[in-house]
């Protein structure tokens, strides 16, 4: 069975960077889409960063030009380098992957367990 395993999340002051990782275990044919969600207290889960067909970032709104999103493919491992950071960025962040697991598969979509991200003013 696919799974997602984060890391790097934490606490950091305003202004500051903290780097995410989520890797992936299993077995895994190709991979659609990988990226990022987050859901701060109160508030829905919303996209934040995403690798589309390999080599498309898709970003939100509100991350653009301070978060940037990569991928090692070799690794199965997707990483979310967040600098600049407010307040308004404390939250869980989710990792998710859209994958097959052979050539004529379905679609699959899977979530790691969250990382707490908490940015103090």
């Known amino acids: 069975q696919v799974q997602l395993v984060e890391s790097g999340g934490g606490l950091v002051r305003a202004g500051g960077s903290l780097r995410l990782s989520c890797t992936t275990s299993?077995?895994?044919?190709?991979?659609?889409?990988m990226g990022w969600f987050r859901q701060a207290p109160g508030k829905e889960r919303e996209a934040v960063a995403f690798?589309?067909?390999?080599?498309?970032?898709r970003y939100a709104e509100a991350v653009k030009g301070r978060f940037t999103i990569s991928r090692d493919s070799a690794k199965n491992t997707v990483y979310l380098q967040m600098n600049s950071l407010n307040a308004e960025d404390t939250a869980v962040y989710f990792c998710?992957?859209?994958?097959?697991?052979?050539?004529?598969?379905?679609?699959?979509?899977?979530w790691g367990q969250g990382t707490q991200v908490t940015v103090s003013s």
């Open positions: 998710n992957a859209v994958f097959r697991t052979s050539y004529n598969g379905a679609d699959q979509s899977q």
């Open positions: 690798i589309v067909g390999g080599d498309k970032m």
């Open positions: 299993g077995s895994i044919f190709s991979i659609s889409s």
